[in-house]
């Protein structure tokens, strides 16, 4: 045992230099051979990383502008139109917003005053600057238009339009298309049978207590076209009621739409009665006491109907035409 012991290590001892040298060997073999392999070609070459370290940019906020502003400062150069609220420009204490236990928000930051209209580019001293600039474009008023009685007879039609400006993806509103002319039934300068036939064409558009014709047009798209549409329908009743029709002719009295006492036979009777035994040179019954009086009650009793008052109306005429004077004893 002891023998075999000591061939073993004799063995190990003789055999270690030759494996140590064979390792060497093939570990440098190894390392030739990676030498010779062929180089990778690299069409699109890396790029390298660089790391650098950013700097951080320190932005130098000049100071607010109320800070630096003389007291004389010329107000309506610093806000001359209408914009948002700005807290730098504007040197006043200003407050707006509500906080739950807390102070009312200051104006630095304060989107309740930037998102409501202001009206700090018209001060006095702007719109006295704006109207010293516009006084070169006025002119005079004209000679004989002031009052309003005289505008009406010099310019009687009266073109009634509305633009609307509100918050929308479209600036056209549907109502502005809406065109109406207004102008006073006098100044038309029609007879009796011309204004007779206008209100009957007119039917509701005409307002007896104003004296005033009005007339609506919506159905065109555009203004323009609507304000065209009621000019000619004012000019196209206008002349409608100018027409006579050949059949008007054959009319009686019993035919006629409304009973008008200056046609009847009533006007007729009463200037002869008046002026008997002479016969009657012309039928002018203005000279005739208490006349227009009855001309208006005899009118409101066929034309309106009768009733209690109408009646009534009627007999006082007619007493103080024949001048009589009863004397009522209850």
């Known amino acids: ?24 060997m093939y570990s440098s073999a190894s390392e030739l051979n990676e030498r010779e ?4 070609l690299e069409l699109y070459p890396r ?3 660089f790391t650098q370290a950013k700097q951080k940019e320190r932005i130098n906020i000049p100071p607010p ?25 504007v040197p006043l204490p200003l407050r707006q917003g509500y906080q739950e236990k807390g102070v009312t928000p200051s104006k630095y930051a304060n989107t309740e005053l930037m998102k409501i209209p202001n009206f700090l580019h018209l001060t006095p001293p702007a719109i006295r600057r704006h109207c010293e600039a516009l006084k070169q474009f006025c002119t005079e008023w004209p000679i004989g238009l002031e009052t309003e009685e005289k505008c009406m007879k010099h310019f009687p039609v009266e073109i009634i339009t509305s633009d609307y400006c509100y918050s929308s993806p479209t600036i056209r509103d549907p109502l502005a298309r809406i065109v109406s002319l207004r102008i006073r039934m006098s100044s038309l300068h029609l007879d ?11 039917g509701n558009k005409y307002n007896p207590d104003t004296d005033m014709i009005t007339i609506t047009a919506d159905r065109c798209p555009t203004k323009k076209q609507n ?7 004012l000019t196209a009743v206008y002349h409608e009621s100018w027409r006579i029709e050949s059949w008007e002719a054959e009319k009686s009295e019993a035919d006629m739409e409304y009973y008008d ?11 002869t009665l008046y002026k008997w035994p002479e016969p009657p040179t012309d039928y002018d019954y203005e000279t005739i006491p208490h006349a227009t009086e009855y001309k208006i009650a005899v009118s409101d009793l066929i034309n309106n109907g009768e009733d209690q008052y109408s009646v009534n109306k009627y007999k006082e005429a007619v007493k103080n035409l024949l001048n009589l004077k009863c004397d009522n004893k209850g």
């Open 1 to 24: 045992m002891l023998l075999l012991k000591r061939g073993c290590e004799v063995n190990f001892t003789q055999s270690l230099p030759k494996t140590l040298k064979f390792l060497a």
């Open 192 to 202: 009796t049978h011309a204004k007779d036939k206008l209100l009957r064409l007119l």
């Open 47 to 49: 790029k390298k990383n």
């Open 37 to 40: 392999q062929f180089r990778v």
């Open 65 to 89: 502008r109320t800070k630096e502003m003389p007291v004389d400062q010329d107000w309506p150069s610093v806000w001359p139109g209408a914009r948002t609220f700005h807290p730098a420009s």
């Open 261 to 271: 006492w200056d046609t009847s036979p009533s006007r007729t009777h009463l200037v």
């Open 227 to 233: 304000l065209e549409y009621v000019r000619y329908l």
